[in-house]
């Protein structure tokens, strides 16, 4: 009966859901102000003037961005993203990275932060890594010998499936046609100190 029951009203579950999720950007667009989006945000809130957007139940806008960025062409202002892009594919982050250019508006600025994968293999090759800092997911470091170094940056028990350096960062960046790509420093208005000692911050325009 359960089965039955939910399969009528799932549909119509969804749309509502996916009206009011229309209903809402179309407030924001209405408002004619500076839109700021945080994609893949994790479980929190948008502070600051920025939405937040990932599939979990306290952000801003539940939405899986598999599917895109659910706003119009050139209608955001600024885009921000922390430690997601290694959780997507090569050919998933390009799809990814061409919804950011499309919804961001002329000149729009994109921020973006990622583990810096060169630190394990640095360590690898050349020293050792404190567990304690550098290996705070428990659960993807086996701890077996020193290649568990990098195991660990490039699956992390399954949630990783690309590794970025600098250079790549900033290769994929400009091959992906966004403009005056550069490394930026760490920013404590959006950016997270305790992931600031493995990670890699860039930005750029549309």
Same mark, same amino acid.
């Given at each position: 009966?359960?089965?039955? #029951?939910?399969?009528?009203?799932?549909?119509?579950?969804?749309?509502?859901?996916?009206?009011?999720?229309?209903?809402?950007?179309?407030?924001?667009?209405?408002?004619?102000?500076?839109?700021?989006?945080?994609?893949?945000?994790?479980?929190?809130?948008?502070?600051?003037?920025?939405?937040?957007?990932?599939?979990?139940?306290?952000?801003?806008?539940?939405? +899986?961005?598999?599917?895109? #960025?659910?706003?119009?062409?050139?209608?955001?202002?600024?885009?921000?993203?922390?430690?997601?892009?290694?959780?997507?594919?090569?050919?998933?982050?390009?799809?990814?990275?061409?919804?950011?250019?499309?919804?961001?508006?002329?000149?729009?600025?994109?921020?973006?932060?990622?583990?810096?994968?060169?630190?394990?293999?640095?360590?690898?090759?050349?020293?050792?890594?404190?567990?304690?800092?550098?290996?705070?997911?428990?659960?993807?470091?086996?701890?077996?010998?020193?290649?568990?170094?990098?195991?660990?940056?490039?699956?992390?028990?399954?949630?990783?499936?690309?590794?970025?350096?600098?250079?790549?960062?900033?290769?994929?960046?400009?091959?992906?046609?966004?403009?005056?790509?550069?490394?930026?420093?760490? +920013?404590?208005?959006?950016?997270? #100190?305790?992931?600031?000692?493995?990670?890699?911050?860039?930005?750029?325009?549309?």
């Amino acid at each position: 009966m359960r089965a039955i #029951i939910n399969r009528i009203f799932s549909p119509i579950i969804g749309f509502i859901k996916h009206q009011k999720l229309k209903d809402y950007i179309g407030r924001l667009i209405r408002e004619n102000k500076p839109i700021f989006i945080e994609v893949g945000a994790g479980n929190k809130k948008g502070k600051n003037g920025w939405i937040t957007i990932d599939t979990t139940k306290n952000c801003d806008i539940y939405w +899986d961005l598999r599917k895109g #960025i659910p706003f119009p062409d050139e209608s955001i202002s600024k885009l921000y993203s922390s430690h997601f892009l290694e959780h997507l594919s090569f050919t998933e982050a390009q799809v990814f990275l061409r919804e950011c250019l499309r919804v961001l508006v002329p000149g729009g600025n994109f921020s973006i932060c990622v583990p810096n994968a060169r630190i394990y293999i640095d360590a690898y090759l050349n020293s050792t890594l404190d567990s304690n800092v550098f290996f705070g997911y428990k659960p993807a470091y086996n701890n077996t010998t020193k290649i568990d170094y990098v195991n660990f940056i490039a699956y992390m028990n399954g949630h990783h499936k690309y590794m970025f350096d600098e250079e790549n960062l900033i290769h994929i960046l400009k091959s992906s046609n966004f403009q005056n790509v550069r490394l930026r420093k760490f +920013d404590s208005n959006i950016d997270l #100190i305790e992931r600031d000692f493995e990670s890699i911050y860039a930005e750029a325009e549309k």
